[in-house]
């Protein structure tokens, strides 16, 4: 293989906690551009329009995530498989894997668009969406959908390059759409007097434009994992590859997103002004977990790396070193979010009711975060050793089946709202300790630590 180009970082050698951070910065500054979309959705629609339309817009999440967590799940296992080779060296078979996960991108993008669009209304029931924010909801998932491929392209292209150790270029783009989202939110609302519709339609060009710039940047790139659109095809072998990690990742996306429509379900039981709060609060509970969630990313390539490079040791230390880094980073954010519920929330809404209770969930919620470290660094880790199984069957037991069972009793008992806001940490807690358990049982822990 060529030398390591300036876009990218081989993590085979040098300081593990500089990769991780490194790394992980621009992979956080992303997320956070990323995060603006719909956020910056419900901020627009809660001070400008209604705060039906707010529930309406935040609400939705949940249906979109069933759908576009399965497709973008397979990102996961494209940028393993991509991480692995590219550590060793393997040109030829990167090629392969490069143009299978581009070609795979194309059904998929065609199968979410056709399948988003039959399930709006019946997912819509199934929530039991309150009348006065059906039809906003409607209409914000009608006009997602026709857009769905824009997210998929640019997750699947930014993945490719992530795997290489390039986080920065996927970043600028997003920088860039994210802005223009803003931009065109705004527009839509404030001068052409559009509602829902405005902010959806703002959402789709932005993250159409995103997935355009990610194209234009791997068919340019001369490296082996540059696209060459006359080699798009199917490798038998890197699909088997892609699917063995990134299948069980898609599985577990769309059935945790799915269980998520059954919270929403009981969240919509307490009115419009509930549904509103609670989505600010997941919007700002997005923003606290950015760190960990790139960290989980940056393990999840250096693990794949040095495992491919069989450098095992150095693999496990960057598993402890991300832990801490992680720990530290969501302590200081949940203790901001703890102490500046009100004025956080009231940034959204003016709504009294809205601000009491998503300053409820916050204060609920907050003092549980440092557990999602655990799960989120220990999955990432299991999956670059290509252990996906385990992690997906771990997070589907505790963040759905348990979830459910607990709800379920939960809404039997009668014990409120509180109950509900605790759904989410009792999940935490559970798949956290379950998979400390699978993570000192893996060869990544026990090779040469016996």
Not at 32 to 48: A, R
Not at 157 to 167: C, N, T
Not at 265 to 277: L, Q
Not at 425 to 450: A, D, H, K, Q
Request: glycine share 8%; proline share 2%; with cysteine.
């Amino acid at each position: 293989m060529a030398g390591i180009r300036k876009t990218d970082s081989d993590m085979t050698q040098g300081s593990i906690w500089r990769h991780l951070v490194e790394f992980a910065i621009p992979m956080a500054l992303g997320l956070l551009f990323q995060q603006l979309y719909n956020t910056v959705d419900t901020l627009v629609v809660g001070n400008f329009v209604s705060k039906e339309a707010q529930a309406a817009v935040g609400s939705t999440g949940s249906i979109i995530n069933t759908v576009v967590g399965f497709c973008t799940g397979l990102a996961t296992g494209a940028s393993v498989i991509i991480s692995q080779r590219y550590g060793a060296h393997d040109d030829a078979a990167l090629r392969k894997a490069v143009h299978t996960t581009i070609a795979v991108t194309f059904l998929l993008s065609a199968l979410a668009t056709a399948g988003g669009l039959l399930i709006v209304d019946p997912m819509l029931r199934f929530m039991q969406t309150p009348a006065d924010v059906w039809e906003d909801a409607r209409l914000y998932l009608t006009i997602y959908f026709w857009g769905v491929s824009g997210i998929l392209f640019y997750n699947m292209g930014s993945g490719i390059l992530r795997a290489v150790g390039d986080s920065r270029r996927p970043l600028l783009f997003l920088m860039l759409s994210a802005l223009l989202n803003t931009v065109l939110d705004l527009f839509f609302v404030l001068v052409l007097g559009m509602k829902v519709d405005g902010v959806a339609l703002a959402t789709v060009l932005a993250q159409v434009i995103s997935a355009g710039a990610i194209l234009f940047v791997l068919t340019r790139e001369k490296a082996a994992y540059g696209i060459r659109w006359k080699e798009l095809r199917v490798d038998r072998d890197s699909l088997s590859g892609i699917l063995k990690i990134g299948l069980p990742s898609s599985i577990q996306s769309a059935i945790t997103a799915f269980s998520n429509v059954f919270v929403q379900s009981y969240i919509n039981a307490f009115g419009s002004a509930c549904m509103a709060g609670y989505s600010i609060y997941n919007k700002l509970d997005a923003f606290v977990l950015i760190p960990v969630q790139a960290l989980a990313m940056s393990s999840t390539t250096m693990v794949g790396q040095n495992w491919g490079a069989k450098q095992t040791a150095r693999a496990r230390k960057s598993v402890s070193t991300a832990i801490w880094l992680s720990l530290i980073s969501t302590a200081l954010l949940g203790i901001v979010a703890f102490l500046a519920a009100k004025d956080l929330i009231g940034l959204f809404s003016p709504d009294p009711e809205v601000v009491s209770y998503g300053v409820r969930f916050i204060q609920i919620v907050t003092p549980f975060y440092l557990t999602i470290s655990f799960n989120q660094i220990y999955s990432g880790a299991l999956r670059g050793i290509g252990d996906a199984t385990a992690p997906t069957v771990i997070m589907l037991c505790s963040f759905v089946v348990f979830r459910q069972i607990y709800l379920f009793i939960t809404k039997m008992l009668n014990v409120g709202f509180v109950s509900v806001a605790l759904a989410y940490p009792m999940g935490w807690i559970l798949c956290s300790t379950l998979l400390i358990i699978r993570y000192r049982g893996s060869r990544l822990f026990r090779e040469g630590n016996l």
